[in-house]
């Protein structure tokens, strides 16, 4: 028995063997029928702001300087700190792999790197940065193609001309005159090391932006060096202890969030069948985005200091033109150069009662008005199959009366969510959702408006796009025109608007989700916005949405929808003081927005067959001379609301009906 498993054993060593060494002589044959790559040109993507600014360059740079007029001081230390065994492998180290898995697997985590010069520069030149197998496969083939092409001499050239050495510095030549008004060549050993320090983490390890992150880098540079035998352990103190004198502008702003916005160009750039497949290898791209670049500038500053650095909270954040779905700004995380992880592309969170807007729509598509009311109570709902659900409202309050839609919306009631979905049907929710492009997966369960179904942010920002513009569903969208070097427009983004929604009834909807905010709805409970009462100077309809590990706040005007997501990747379980970080940065980041605006400009039109109507807030009823509170709600003409309707007094009606 041990000699027939002995025997497969040694059978599944050599096929796995036989298989390895046909997968990399098929590589290799495939990189020897592969046109040479040109690296000079490759990815040579020029990505432009709304104003038609550059804010990035891909490979190209205003300063190439050939490896023969930069420091060898330079080349040095890159080769320490990057790949000490440079110049002796063909691409790949596979020592340093089998190492650097070997210490991943004992410390449970992402530690140890082994990329090589050669893979580094085959994935700046030709490749995105999303974390798939697919990615890892084209970037092994790149790297052969490299390897297979050119010389170490020409790929560590390359490399260092591309890199990204912070503040918008891409090449060795401009980093040393931005920091040093030095030439690559001038560059001294103290100096040079701590240039190659930083593209590691540009943001991080910039001796602008963090001086002692920045020496404690270079200080590990060194000491590579010294354990390469490339200086003496004297020369490492001397280059440490010397005095850098910077001459960049320290006030000189780097926004490491524009890399998620990038990474979000490069995916969309991929899905575009209108770009050949093979434009790495042409003159290169301009790209025309939607961009607006001070206010990807302020939300970025606006999340730091929001969000403590120490708390492990995570947020997104995307905002977007409601008339055509260009995303004019975008986080995917607090810090990229912490977590490059998009959680703004690849991220989907339970969104709590920010699914409610879909439901009343659907509600006032089907009779119901802004006054329509339901027993806010402590509710259990039993089903045919014998099944119990018992939603509950926040806190367990509850108002023990008939309450009008626009306080249910006030308060984020469940109750009355849940009658309004039973009420209606689930396929009437679904149906909303789907029409103004929520794809997710959205269960027919009786909490559906409650948010306990995972949807993306861009998805959410989409959906309430088409409350924002009076009722059209559009295409969230970062790329509007795309030419090749020549200037040859290859790709303009379409107009493909959609008119998927009632605009009376969505001038009624984001009406009465200004009720979030609003002092006239206090009563037996508080507007969950009231915090934003006294500090919002323009008008917004928003809704936020809280469940135990996600905190949203989705609010829009005729101008712009911004959609906020806090809570933590592993979902843990949110805090008390978890849950001001989404609201904070959503109100602060729409008023940098809509400044100098007047809500003249930015609120919306009544529509000749909408009527106002003055009532009372909390039962919606029509407001009498006795009212202490009387607020204007608007109405389809001819659903205005009476004293006789019953809905004012559902108890008593249900009496009624009884007997």
């Known amino acids: 028995m041990k000699k027939r498993k002995r025997h497969f054993l040694k059978k599944l060593f ?54 023969d007029n930069i420091s060898e001081n330079v080349i040095n230390a890159t080769i320490s700190a990057e790949d000490k065994n440079f110049y002796k492998h063909k691409g790949f180290d596979f020592l340093r792999i089998l190492k650097a898995g070997f210490i991943n697997i004992k410390s449970h985590s992402n530690v140890q790197g082994a990329s090589t010069i050669s893979q580094q520069y085959a994935k700046n030149l030709f490749l995105t940065f999303d974390k798939t197998w697919k990615r890892k496969w084209d970037e092994m083939l790149y790297t052969m193609r490299i390897e297979a092409n050119y010389s170490k001499d ?45 593209p590691k983490a540009p943001t991080k390890f910039s001796p602008f932006n963090n001086m002692e992150a920045s020496k404690e880098r270079q200080l590990i540079i060194l000491n590579l060096m010294v354990k390469n ?4 352990e004297e020369e490492k103190q001397k280059a440490y202890s010397e005095e850098l004198n910077l001459v960049g502008k320290e006030n000189e702003e780097e926004v490491s969030s524009l890399m998620y916005y990038q990474d979000a160009v490069n995916k969309e750039l991929e899905s575009l069948s209108d770009i050949p497949a093979s434009y790495n290898d042409s003159k290169g791209l301009k790209i025309y985005t939607n961009l607006n670049m001070s206010m990807q500038k302020k ?30 700004a975008l986080i995917g995380g607090k810090d990229y150069d912490t977590s490059s992880y998009n959680r703004a592309l690849s991220s989907q969170r339970q969104v709590g009662s920010t699914m409610k807007p879909y439901l009343y729509y659907a509600a006032l598509e089907n009779g119901f008005t802004s006054s329509s009311a ?11 199959n014998q099944d119990n659900y018992s939603p509950k409202n926040y806190n367990d309050k509850y108002g023990n009366k008939p309450i009008s839609m626009g306080t249910a919306i006030a308060y984020s009631e469940n109750i009355y969510a849940v009658k309004t979905h039973l009420f209606l049907g689930s396929e009437a929710l679904i149906n909303v959702a789907r029409r103004v492009g929520i794809t997710a997966k959205l269960e027919d369960i009786p909490s559906l408006p409650l948010g306990t179904n995972e949807i993306n942010i861009v998805e959410m920002a989409a959906g309430y796009a088409a409350f924002a513009n009076e009722g059209y569903k559009i295409k969230p969208h970062y790329i509007e025109r795309i030419e090749d070097g020549d ?19 969505t ?40 469940t135990n590990s996600d905190n949203w706040n989705i609010g829009f005007n005729k101008d712009i929808v911004c959609a906020v997501w806090a809570g933590y990747d592993n979902n843990k379980e949110l805090s008390t003081s978890d849950y001001k970080y989404a609201q904070n940065i959503w109100y602060n980041s729409v008023e940098f927005y809509e400044e100098g605006k007047t809500d003249d400009e930015t609120w919306y039109k009544k529509p000749q067959n909408v009527t106002g109507m003055f009532v009372e807030p909390i039962s919606g009823r029509p407001a009498n001379e006795t ?15 009476s004293n006789t309707d019953e809905t004012f007094d559902e108890i008593a009606s249900k009496e009624k009906q009884a007997q």
Do not use: C
């Open 14 to 67: 050599f096929l796995t063997l036989f298989l390895i060494v046909l997968g990399i002589g098929s590589s290799f044959l495939y990189v020897k029928m592969s046109p040479k790559l040109r690296i000079n040109t490759a990815n040579n993507l020029v990505l432009y702001d709304n104003k038609g600014e550059v804010f990035f360059q891909g490979s190209q740079s205003k300063e190439w300087v050939k490896l």
């Open 154 to 198: 020409e790929i560590l050239e390359g490399y260092l001309n591309t890199i990204n050495y912070g503040h918008g510095k891409y090449g060795i030549e401009n980093a040393a005159k931005f920091y040093f008004n030095k030439s690559a060549k001038e560059l001294d050993l103290a100096q040079a090391s701590m240039l190659v320090g930083i």
């Open 229 to 232: 035998n490339v200086i003496s």
């Open 299 to 328: 939300l970025e500053n606006i999340v730091k200091e929001t969000i403590p650095q120490d708390v492990g909270i995570e947020t997104s954040v995307v905002m977007m033109n409601p008339s055509t779905g260009g995303i004019v």
């Open 374 to 384: 339901f027993t806010s109570e402590a509710t259990t709902f039993t089903f045919e």
């Open 487 to 505: 200037g040859k427009v290859l790709y303009e983004a379409p107009n493909s608007k959609e008119l998927v929604l009632n605009s009376s009834l």
């Open 507 to 546: 001038f009624i909807l984001n009406n009465l989700l200004t009720a979030t905010y609003d002092a006239d709805y206090i009563d037996y409970n508080y507007p969950t916005a009231i915090s934003l009462a006294a500090k919002l100077k323009h008008k917004y309809a928003l809704k936020s949405g809280t």
């Open 627 to 641: 009212d202490e509170k009387k607020k204007l709600m608007y109405f389809i003409k001819g659903t205005e609301p």
